[in-house]
């Protein structure tokens, strides 16, 4: 209980919580990655995620209990962090904070509303225009309905600018992990920060690559 | 009058721990039943502030800064003197007390300095335990390093920041106490008096620097550790805030003040770069041992110092002092840097340095060599000169820098008015005429964490707790009077600013009063002195209002209390027709250069006693007994 | 050099407050950045006005009073320098400087420039010592502390107090100040025995005292005027965590 209470406890929650989900984020992306195999890497994929039953709504729940984690102290810690400094300076210059630091409620927010709009969209299935069906194995067609929702310029847009903010917020926030928890000192952290960011433009891209090449036509039915 | 400092006798090795027995104890109950108020919480007065609160003394802390973590021992470097022998060099407490005495050249107690010698040991534990970061070997013991005026490595150092370290470590103890609540912290408040009542002290009255309110404190006893007042030259190697006030406050009320014309005048420090200058920068005097001091022959030689020639150089101190060149002692070294520059041909900004050259060792040794050794030293220059020491000499001259002198106290560390004690720089106690490097930082914890405890109770446990209250009529009256004070101030309206009255005072006292002293130069102080104080007092513009944080005020009552203190220094320096020390006399001075002890007549101590602005202060004389270490020449040869 | 300075004037706490403009002439290189402020003071106390009110003390860049945000950059943004060890010519004739004092809400305003740091000092009176009594101590080479660990503690105790770590922050975060403390007497043996007991509740005090939370900027490393390393907020992250464990 002390640790929700302290400027360092909370501080560790929340980067345990943001690390849970870059792990998920990779693993995701990496899953999802299959659609360049075509419609028989995907849908497999799919389907073996759906056989796992009981499982996957434990791994859900466990995901929706670290973005509330997240997202409650990241709001709360924002909300005192601008009390405890309200007004700027006239010149404003900051030497080694960097846009993404900067910019990590505005990106976290971004993310947010995006993951919202990803669950109803591919999960839940629910927004308009969505292909629900089934392909020639009785499989979800996971492929047909990301193919063709990709089609379309405007959705392909919302994911892009969606993982540019994720790349923002990685680039950032994975480094900061490994300070948080003090898995760090002065020699490693530079190596830490680069990789950090090394990640993320990986997952930038491995994310960035589905509905770009989709909608360059690459990768078609 | 014969001032009688009241030491043990008996041998000497069994002084202090015989007067500890004889001292009175307070009873643990009792002690919370009695206030003690502290100001100043340098080295001295946070360690006592800490240590009598431990004890369970209610106790008061006063500091000018903002916080008691900034006063000025946090500037010194060097490190810190304790007689471990831990090096196995022949170190002993009666080695240390040898070398303190002779260092101050036979002008302090015997028994004074045989106790710093005994505790100085206890504050090095006591320090570790604090978690000050003494820099240590890879086996983990404390390394100690060799410093001016003795022949054993007995320095503890922490980098190059030792006093900084040593007084955080103090603060930390003091931190505690505040959280404990046994000591009741009060920063930016400035001392303006002090309050007497029945010839005892009792409180003092300030000014919260902050609102600008006058109040008084009272207590049972007041303890003073507000540093030297070597501020009176304008620029020195102090802070700008360091001021005499609070020990001229009290000489004022009473207390004597001793040997207020021994300062230390310390020869590396960055010249002045123009009329700009607000405060000069110590560079360690380490540096002269590779480096070598010399002026152009020539007057007036304006070349850069790279296109002098060989032959047109004067290296003065190989010169004068062959046996030690370099190495002279800090006296000589800053007078022969005077004297060249004197006789035109000092180098840099009006003329005032004098080159420190490492080119001989950077070639002997290798510039790697020589930046492992002083690096951080030539980055501060750099820093300061924009000028790169590696590639051209380094330009010094010498600054006053600590202050020997101070309020007379007897061993108990207390003044002649009972219940005011008076510790490190602000004390006159240990250092006679000159002070040893790496002294200071050990003689305020000494006395902050080792004396006072004991002493104090001495004086406590004859006296009635809380005799008396704010109510008291001395305390309104004192109170009045900082009041009435202030006013006149803002009622002047004048035409010069203070820091132009303060540059003023300053010029007099370094050409008159500074580096060398002689008849004529000390009656001229004295004429001007009066003057610049009658000017001060009809021509001062101090801006603002009294009720506010506002610092021309503040600097104002500095000067004001400086431009009285400046003549009682003087004469204290006319008086004394000898050289010793710090304090050198052109009258007086050996063939070869060296200062000329005068121990017939001027074996004492001289403690002034006020008698109001203008009138003659009366001298009294502590004799000074030497049974120990006999009196000779002082020499380094 | 000529210089246009646009400094903040606040009478008192809870006065408003703004910036105002003043001209500074024939400004040598050689003088620092108080000195050429003593001079503007000068002439504003011949003109009447009153001069600029700010903290400052040794001038040798130890005691830690002087607090001034330079053009953004608290002491002015040079590596490892304090505003008294700024010299003017890091600066160019027909500069605008803006000169500003360290703001966060842990650090209400007293006057002009000068700002109440009081609560650094709450936060080491919350643990920031060990809590070993005067004298009866053991000789100081009873307890062994090999060079590397030594020198680790002096990097971490060279912190001169400033705060300039707070006004750098965007959070307004005390944390390199008090990560600095918590770590030089962590590393130390005869500052394990409070270690756990002290990284609570310094950083508690942190928290009470209004100072925001760290979110790893580093703009504090980058604002130091000593260079203290946030390598100690990660060490205070690793106590703290040691501390919940046991």
């Not at chain 2, 041998?11 to 002690?31: G, M, Q, S, Y």
């Not at chain 2, 022949?90 to 004074?112: C, M, N, P, Q, V």
Request: hydrophobic share 40%; net charge neutral; aromatic share 10%.
């Amino acid at each position: 209980m002390q640790m929700l209470n302290s400027t360092v406890g909370r501080k560790i929650l929340m980067s345990i919580s943001g690390q849970g989900m870059v792990l998920f984020a990779i693993v995701h992306m990496m899953g999802n990655s299959s659609i360049f195999v075509g419609p028989n890497g995907i849908n497999a994929y799919a389907q073996h995620l759906h056989d796992l039953g009981p499982l996957v709504w434990v791994f859900r729940l466990v995901m929706l209990a670290f973005l509330l984690v997240h997202l409650t102290f990241g709001i709360m810690l924002t909300l005192e962090n601008n009390a405890a400094n309200p007004t700027g300076y006239a010149v404003n210059k900051k030497i080694k904070a960097t846009f993404s630091s900067e910019t990590m409620i505005w990106t976290g927010l971004t993310l947010l509303a995006f993951i919202i709009y990803h669950i109803l969209h591919f999960t839940a299935r629910v927004t308009p225009g969505v292909v629900k069906g089934v392909d020639a194995l009785g499989r979800y067609d996971v492929f047909t309905m990301v193919t063709s929702a990709f089609h379309n310029a405007g959705t392909a847009l919302i994911y892009v600018v969606a993982m540019a903010a994720l790349f923002l917020h990685l680039s950032h926030g994975i480094q900061s992990f490994f300070q948080t928890l003090g898995w760090n000192n002065d020699k490693t952290q530079p190596g830490i920060t680069m990789a950090g960011k090394a990640v993320s433009f990986v997952l930038l891209a491995g994310y960035v690559l589905i509905p770009v090449s989709i909608l360059a036509g690459i990768l078609t039915k | 009058m014969i001032l009688d400092g009241k030491c043990p006798t008996g041998p000497i090795e069994k002084t202090w721990d015989k007067h500890r027995f004889d001292l009175k104890l307070v009873n643990p109950a009792n002690k919370r039943k009695y206030k003690v108020i502290v100001v100043g919480t340098g080295l001295a007065g946070g360690a006592a502030a800490a240590s009598l609160g431990e004890l369970g003394y209610q106790v008061e802390a006063f500091c000018y800064q903002d916080s008691p973590r900034r006063a000025h021992s946090i500037a010194a470097q060097g490190g810190r003197n304790a007689a471990k022998n831990y090096p196995n060099d022949g170190d002993s407490i009666y080695r240390l007390f040898y070398d303190t005495i002779k260092g101050g050249d036979f002008r302090a107690r015997e028994a004074d300095v045989w106790r710093l010698a005994q505790v100085s040991n206890n504050i090095i534990d006591q320090c570790v335990a604090q978690g000050v970061p003494f820099a240590r070997d890879y086996a983990g013991y404390l390394d100690n390093r060799s410093f001016g005026g003795a022949q054993v490595s007995r320095t503890f150092y922490a980098r190059g920041q030792t006093g900084q370290q040593l007084l955080l470590g103090a603060y930390s103890a003091l931190a505690r106490q505040i959280k404990a609540g046994t000591v009741k912290m009060f920063p930016r408040t400035e001392m303006l008096d002090l309050i007497v009542v029945d010839g005892e002290a009792k409180g003092i009255t300030i000014r919260d620097l902050v609102t600008g309110e006058v109040r008084a404190h009272v207590a049972d006893a007041v303890v003073l550790c507000t540093g030297g007042y070597v501020n009176v030259f304008y620029l020195s190697t102090n802070a700008m805030g360091c001021s005499v006030t609070a020990a001229w406050k009290a000489h004022k009320k009473g207390a004597f003040f001793a040997n207020p014309c021994y300062t230390q005048i310390h020869p590396t420090c960055i010249p002045q770069s123009g009329d700009h200058q607000s405060k000069l920068t110590l560079m360690s005097e380490s540096l002269r041992n590779d480096g070598r001091c010399w002026a152009p022959k020539k007057q007036g030689d304006n070349r850069k110092p790279g296109d002098i020639p060989e032959e047109d150089r004067d290296y003065y101190l190989e010169r004068k002092y062959p046996s030690f060149g370099n190495l002279a002692p800090r006296d000589i070294a800053s007078r022969a840097a005077k004297e060249q520059c004197d006789d035109n041909r000092g180098v840099g900004p009006g003329g005032r340095g004098v080159y420190l050259d490492f080119a001989a060792s950077i070639k002997r040794l290798g510039e790697h060599t020589i930046r492992e050794r002083y690096g951080n030293l030539f980055e501060m220059y750099e820093k300061i000169t924009d000028e790169n020491a590696y590639k051209q000499p380094m330009r010094i001259y010498p600054a006053p820098h600590y202050s020997m002198g101070g309020l007379w106290v007897d061993y108990n560390c207390m003044s002649n008015i009972p219940g005011l004690f008076v510790l490190g720089e602000a004390n006159f106690s240990v250092h006679g005429a000159n002070r040893l490097g790496a002294s200071a930082l050990m003689q305020g914890l000494a006395d902050g964490y080792f004396v006072i405890p004991y002493t104090i109770g001495g004086y406590l446990a004859q006296t009635k707790p809380g005799a008396v209250s704010v109510d008291h009529a001395e305390c309104k009256r004192s109170v009045e009077e900082v009041n009435g004070n202030i006013k006149k101030l803002f009622s002047i309206k004048g035409k010069k600013t203070v820091s132009e009255l303060y540059r003023a005072l300053g010029k007099v006292m370094w050409e008159n009063v500074g580096m060398a002293r002689s008849d004529a130069s000390l009656k001229t102080a004295l004429k001007e002195i009066p003057k610049l104080r009658d000017e001060f007092w009809n021509n001062v513009n101090v801006s603002g209002e009294g009720g506010d944080f506002n610092q021309q005020l503040e600097n104002a009552g500095r000067l004001a209390d400086f431009l009285e203190f400046a003549e009682l220094l003087s004469k204290d320096a006319l008086h004394r027709e000898e050289s010793c020390g710090g304090h050198f006399r052109v009258e007086h001075q050996m063939p070869d250069g060296e200062a000329q002890r005068d121990d017939v007549n001027f074996c004492y101590a001289a403690a002034w006693e006020s008698k109001g602005v203008g009138n003659e202060p009366e001298l009294h004389k502590e004799p000074l007994k030497f049974e120990n270490v006999h009196l000779a020449i002082r020499s380094y040869k | 050099m000529n210089l246009t300075l646009h400094v903040w004037r606040q009478k008192g706490p809870n006065a408003p407050g703004k910036l105002e403009t003043y001209d500074a002439h024939n400004v040598s290189p050689d003088q620092s950045f108080l000195e050429m402020l003593d001079e503007v003071n000068e002439g504003l106390i011949r003109k009447g006005v009153e001069p600029i009110a700010f903290d400052h003390d040794c001038r040798e860049g130890i005691c830690g009073m002087c607090s001034q945000v330079i053009n953004g950059v608290p002491h002015g943004g040079q590596d490892r320098t304090t505003v008294c060890q700024l010299h003017m010519r890091s600066f160019k004739d027909g500069d605008n400087i803006f000169i500003e004092p360290w703001r966060a809400t842990a650090f209400p305003i007293v006057k002009d420039l000068v700002v109440d740091r009081g609560n650094l000092d709450v936060i080491i009176q919350a643990g920031g010592y060990t809590s070993c009594h005067t004298g009866g101590i053991a000789d100081g080479n009873a307890l062994l502390i090999p060079k590397p660990e030594a020198d680790y503690a002096m990097d971490a105790a060279e912190c001169i107090g400033c705060g300039a770590c707070v006004a750098g922050c965007p959070n307004g975060s005390a944390m390199l100040f008090t990560s600095a403390k918590v770590a030089q007497l962590a590393v130390l043996p005869q500052g394990k025995a409070e270690a756990a007991a002290r990284v609570n509740n310094m950083t508690e005090a942190l928290k009470d005292c209004g100072f925001g939370n760290c979110t790893n900027h580093y703009e504090c490393q980058a604002s130091c005027p000593k260079g203290i390393n946030v390598k100690f907020i990660a060490k205070l992250n690793r106590e703290y965590l040691k501390a919940i464990a046991s």
